[in-house]
């Protein structure tokens, strides 16, 4: 137990460790997770002993459901929501079109067995969330044309579909007889529970979460993470698709405004990364290098026939229709990584009794390897030649977790007695430089009121205020608003502008200049507001005397 423990924290450690030196050296964070796995496993290094597919799959299973769920949780819709058609249409027929024509491949040039062609082609028909995630942050690749939030709901989303294709190829081979009916049912109550499963606990949380207190800091989190579980085994339990009510459970909650949302970006973003950390490494120690020139040669050609034909034939069939650029669609080519989910089916395959003459788990390893190696490395550069940066984009932005990112802190402090505050209209008092007084709570209640010139602060209020910089305070909601030419607020002043109760405009980025507001501020045509949202009904525009 002790030594276990003890390879448990080395382990971890050597990840983090990894992860350093994968961002200093342009190395995709999550191939060194598994040449770490390969290190410590039976051929490697270290020589740890481990061929436990099923137990594998079990805890590859678990982590991929939180890595599903983050993929939606970190989608931010509004930015999404443009091109969500052609993700969705990526995600669907694309998983379809590439699994169709890897199996052809297999089939004809490689004359392996149709259902075992079909198989292979199915288990690596879907693009890495993870991978794609981490390359797009850690790079800061800003892409023109929304192609970031286009990638990142492919990603996200397409996983289900090739767990659907694979489930219903190991069926056939399995000898159970499946008919199209059948088929056309599994798929049904596959798609229907899982969408159904999602949407509605993602209802029951958001009610939870608003209208219960968790007496104990934290426990919402907690909460959220047991719901999370919830969600994958409800679907799964009725013959829905679990990953796909992961991540729409995950896409509409990260959607929603919730009082502690920064908390559980937090608290899913660490847990996320060590679900990472735990599949790649386990993925990696399961693996036998020594097998690996078996099916070398097998494993080359698919990796080259999925990288450079598969995969760029679906993309053009799909995207051509909507007229979109050719240097777009290069670049969404290159960027169809291939990753967990892919070994993660291939141990299903494995595990499921079906008759299979090929070493389909190392040929997919080979092909993840590959394609991570070659393609998560070389895509900043392609991004480039191809003249997909927008430096007026920022990738960040395309993600849920918006708050994380802003220049702006939020300062509290308390109106002591005898304070010379206290009594005073705001209007009266002299604030520090470059700040704005955002929110009051009052003493011994739980009101809170947003606050203009003939606000009287009181004895024992709380005042947030905000200024340039990483915030402290909790409890302060942000959104975004770009003015464009046709925004009734351009060529404005603040105090002439027409905001709801309890909204305020606490930034104003102009090009590389950020300006802590008034009520004198002329607002113009470009400017990026960054706006207090308002908590509820709680709030008060104003208070007079």
């Not at 342009?26 to 061929?51: E, K």
């Not at 192609?147 to 090739?162: F, K, R």
């Not at 960040?396 to 206290?422: C, G, M």
């Not at 990483?470 to 770009?482: F, M, R, Y």
Request: aromatic fraction near 10%.
């Amino acid at each position: 137990m002790d030594f276990a423990l003890l390879l448990a924290a080395a382990v971890i450690t050597a990840c983090v460790f990894c992860n350093r030196i994968s961002n200093k050296f342009g190395i995709p964070m999550l191939l060194a997770f598994i040449l770490l796995g390969m290190f410590f496993g039976s051929d490697g290094v270290v020589h740890i002993p481990f061929d436990n597919f099923k137990a594998a799959e079990q805890i590859c299973s678990v982590a991929l459901i939180f890595i599903m769920f983050y993929g939606g949780f970190g989608t931010k819709w509004s930015v999404a929501k443009p091109v969500v058609g052609r993700a969705v249409l990526l995600s669907s027929a694309g998983v379809i079109l590439t699994a169709g024509m890897t199996g052809l491949f297999c089939f004809f040039a490689l004359k392996i067995e149709p259902e075992e062609s079909f198989l292979i082609g199915a288990l690596i028909s879907s693009t890495d969330a993870a991978s794609v995630f981490s390359i797009l942050r850690s790079r800061r690749l800003n892409l023109k044309y929304r192609t970031a939030s286009l990638l990142e709901v492919e990603s996200g989303s397409n996983d289900p579909c090739s767990y659907m294709l694979t489930t219903i190829l190991l069926g056939i081979m399995s000898g159970k007889g499946i008919g199209a009916g059948d088929i056309a049912l599994t798929l049904s109550a596959q798609i229907l529970f899982g969408l159904g499963a999602g949407g509605i606990l993602s209802y029951m949380t958001v009610g939870i979460l608003k209208k219960f207190s968790f007496t104990t800091e934290g426990f919402d989190a907690v909460f959220v993470f047991g719901m999370v579980l919830f969600s994958y085994a409800v679907p799964t339990a009725i013959g829905g698709n679990g990953y796909l009510s992961a991540y729409i459970f995950g896409i509409l909650l990260g959607n929603r405004k919730l009082k502690t949302k920064k908390a559980l970006v937090h608290f899913f973003d660490g847990i996320t990364g060590l679900m990472q950390m735990l599949l790649f490494f386990l993925l990696g120690l399961l693996s036998f290098p020594s097998k690996m020139p078996e099916i070398l040669g097998v494993g080359f050609a698919i990796a080259i026939f999925l990288t450079f034909i598969a995969r760029p034939a679906a993309v053009a069939l799909l995207l051509g229709p909507f007229h979109s650029r050719l240097n777009q669609q290069i670049f969404i080519s290159a960027a169809g990584l291939r990753g967990a989910a892919s070994i993660v089916f291939a141990i299903m395959a494995v595990t499921s009794g079906a008759a299979i003459s090929y070493d389909v788990f190392h040929i997919v390893f080979f092909i993840v390897l590959f394609s991570i190696l070659l393609q998560g490395t070389l895509l900043p550069f392609a991004a480039r030649k191809l003249d997909m940066i927008d430096e007026k984009e920022d990738v960040l932005k395309t993600f849920s977790d918006y708050t994380e990112e802003v220049p702006v802190q939020f300062i509290e402090f308390r109106v002591k007695k005898n304070h010379p505050w206290a009594g005073s209209m705001v209007k009266d008092i002299l604030l520090p430089p470059e700040t704005l007084l955002v929110q009051i709570r009052r003493k011994d209640s739980k009101e809170m009121v947003t606050p203009d010139g003939n606000t009287v602060l009181n004895e024992g209020d709380r005042m947030v205020l905000s200024a340039r910089a990483n915030g402290i305070a909790k409890d302060v909601e942000l959104s975004e608003i770009t003015l464009d030419g046709e925004n009734e607020w351009a060529e404005k002043r603040i105090s002439d502008i027409n905001l709801e109760a309890g909204r305020l405009v606490v930034m104003v980025q102009r090009g590389e200049d950020v300006i802590i507001p008034n009520g004198k501020t002329l607002l113009q045509e470009g400017d990026v507001l960054v706006i207090k949202e308002s908590r509820g009904p709680i709030m008060k525009r104003r208070e007079k005397r």
